[in-house]
């Protein structure tokens, strides 16, 4: 008999049938639960919302790294709060030049599930010059002033631990803790599902920043298909990549180039409309 399971939150659902539960834990913030699929490969939920599956990680995972990290051009160092799995972790390890790749995750367990159980995402900590830190994002981002090029974050959605990476002052941290020139990415939710969240965090972001804009990444296991990442500076218009990728580089890329970079930020008429820029 086929097995399915559902996330259900925010009056939206969806169902995959799996093969077998590999993993289930309650850590102090969240239930992590890991799961082999019959279609989409392996797949993590926390507290029974989808984090990833294998067959479309890559298009958030490089999404996240690539876009913000082409936009700054040349980050020598960088945070990723949150990303507790490694996914992000593992797209900015192809790259050669940075010297500190840290990074900032409320729950150690996610990250010794993610060993455990999801070598080719976890495969990003192996690199020498990852450093991990198990704090609350928000505090840890607190302590830090004009260190970091590029910051990543690679968060759960409000409701949970991740709540504190939504608000103003956590974005005006963001801006403190960066160096002239620096650059910031963060999980920004769908439109189509959570207009208000979308909208609160894009002016968190613009209360702080020069330059903000939003951009589109499609991800069929994401509630409404696609999710979307906030770019904030004050210097660059992220939306035009400073630099972009070697073909060392471009062959390891299943989702992003230039052309998906620019593209992203194209808004429809009523996301442009709800968010305030110019369509
Ligand atoms: N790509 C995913 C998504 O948007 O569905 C996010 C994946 S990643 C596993 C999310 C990580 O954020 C989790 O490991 C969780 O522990 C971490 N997290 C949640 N709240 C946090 C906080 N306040 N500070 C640092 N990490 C946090």
Same mark, same amino acid.
Request: proline share 6%; net charge negative.
């Given at each position: 008999?086929?097995?399915?399971?559902?996330e259900?939150a925010?009056g939206y659902g969806?169902? /995959?049938?799996?093969t077998?539960?590999i993993?289930?834990?309650q850590?102090?913030?969240?239930?992590i639960?890991?799961?082999d699929?019959?279609?989409l490969?392996r797949?993590?939920?926390l507290?029974?919302? $989808?984090?990833?599956?294998?067959?479309?990680?890559f298009a958030?995972q490089?999404?996240m790294?690539?876009?913000p990290y082409?936009a700054h051009g040349?980050p020598e160092r $960088?945070l990723v709060?949150?990303?507790?799995d490694g996914?992000?972790?593992?797209?900015l390890?192809?790259?050669?030049?940075?010297q500190? !790749?840290?990074?900032c995750?409320?729950d150690?367990e996610?990250i010794k599930?993610?060993?455990t *159980?999801?070598?080719?995402m976890?495969?990003?900590?192996d690199d020498p010059?990852?450093?991990?830190h /198990?704090? #609350?994002g928000s505090a840890?981002i607190?302590?830090?002033?004009? *260190?970091? #090029?590029?910051? /990543?974050?690679?968060s759960?959605d409000?409701?949970?631990?991740g709540?504190?990476?939504?608000?103003?002052?956590?974005?005006?941290?963001l801006?403190?803790?960066l160096r002239p020139?620096?650059?910031?990415?963060t999980q920004a939710?769908s439109p189509? !599902?959570?207009p208000?969240v979308?909208?609160n965090?894009?002016?968190a972001?613009r209360?702080?920043?020069?330059?903000?804009?939003y951009?589109?990444?499609?991800v069929?296991?994401?509630?409404?298909?696609?999710i979307?990442?906030?770019?904030a500076s #004050?210097?660059?218009n992220?939306?035009?990549?400073?630099?972009?990728?070697d #073909?060392?580089?471009?062959r390891?890329?299943?989702?992003?180039?230039r052309?998906?970079?620019?593209?992203?930020?194209?808004?429809?008429q009523?996301?442009a409309?709800? !968010?305030?820029?110019?369509?």
């Amino acid at each position: 008999m086929s097995e399915w399971v559902t996330e259900a939150a925010n009056g939206y659902g969806q169902t /995959i049938e799996i093969t077998r539960k590999i993993y289930e834990k309650q850590s102090k913030y969240q239930k992590i639960e890991i799961f082999d699929t019959v279609k989409l490969g392996r797949m993590l939920m926390l507290d029974g919302i $989808i984090q990833f599956t294998d067959s479309d990680e890559f298009a958030y995972q490089e999404m996240m790294a690539h876009l913000p990290y082409y936009a700054h051009g040349n980050p020598e160092r $960088i945070l990723v709060i949150g990303g507790g799995d490694g996914g992000v972790l593992r797209e900015l390890a192809k790259h050669p030049e940075p010297q500190v !790749l840290d990074l900032c995750d409320i729950d150690e367990e996610v990250i010794k599930a993610a060993k455990t *159980y999801l070598p080719e995402m976890a495969c990003g900590f192996d690199d020498p010059r990852v450093n991990i830190h /198990i704090a #609350d994002g928000s505090a840890f981002i607190k302590e830090k002033e004009g *260190y970091y #090029d590029l910051v /990543i974050v690679d968060s759960t959605d409000p409701g949970g631990p991740g709540a504190p990476l939504f608000g103003a002052e956590f974005y005006a941290s963001l801006k403190k803790a960066l160096r002239p020139g620096g650059v910031v990415g963060t999980q920004a939710e769908s439109p189509w !599902l959570l207009p208000e969240v979308v909208k609160n965090l894009i002016d968190a972001a613009r209360s702080n920043f020069r330059y903000v804009d939003y951009a589109a990444i499609s991800v069929p296991t994401y509630p409404t298909g696609m999710i979307g990442c906030c770019t904030a500076s #004050d210097t660059k218009n992220v939306a035009v990549p400073a630099a972009e990728p070697d #073909d060392d580089i471009a062959r390891k890329l299943r989702y992003y180039n230039r052309r998906v970079h620019e593209a992203a930020f194209a808004k429809p008429q009523f996301v442009a409309g709800m !968010l305030g820029f110019e369509s």
